[in-house]
């Protein structure tokens, strides 16, 4: 279940000034509640800022996402103004961020390497631009939408981390061990034959002796009176 709380938008602009020059990139991607991210939307075109802008506000329309994210350089600043007076125009508003350009482009977007090795990445069949970028990186021709995804990183924040990912994980296991007994072979849990029959090493139970309450009688103060 996705909010708008959970959903946001990066745009890796470009000037498009020939056919060879790389796409305006935008994607859109969503969080749930346990920590998987799903690719709701990809835009890839060599079109004029104008109509970026105009494609960022039907994003709006379509998702009521928490914020746009756009890298602090000389032109994605003046596209996020651009963004501003059109919102001030519309009377439609949302939280635009500046995103720096963390080192090289290639080491960001292998940030995505444990997200996607956990399998906590989902993405649409129609998305196949993306997906071919993704698996031609990092010989492949462009890499617009992919640099564009590798952007959402720094809006998630430590949510999506590898570390705590793993904690998620471990804490996963941890309840799923506790219901009966499953994949612990310490700890087998409250139906010790189901851990038998999974193979799993089993603590004898230590069994009382049946009480013989006739010869209990018999020996104590209670049956000689």
Known sequence: VLNYRSVTVTVDPAPAETTTSDRNAITTCGITP???VIVLDVFA?????LEVIEYLFALWQRFRFRAVGIE??????SLKYFVTQEMMRR???FRVEELKALGKKE???RGLQPILAMGRMYFNARQQLLMQEM?????????DTVDSLSMHLQMWKGR???EHLE???AEARRMANQIHGYGLRNDPGPDPEIARAMGLEVEDEEIEPETNFDEYLVASDVGRY
């Open 34 to 36: 346990t920590n998987e």
């Open 45 to 49: 075109r060599r079109c004029t800022p």
């Open 72 to 77: 602090g350089v000389a032109y994605q600043k």
């Open 91 to 93: 009377g439609h508003w």
């Open 107 to 109: 080491y960001r977007i």
């Open 135 to 143: 698996s031609d990186f990092p010989l492949g021709e462009y890499d």
């Open 160 to 162: 999506l981390s590898p």
């Open 167 to 169: 904690r998620i994980e």
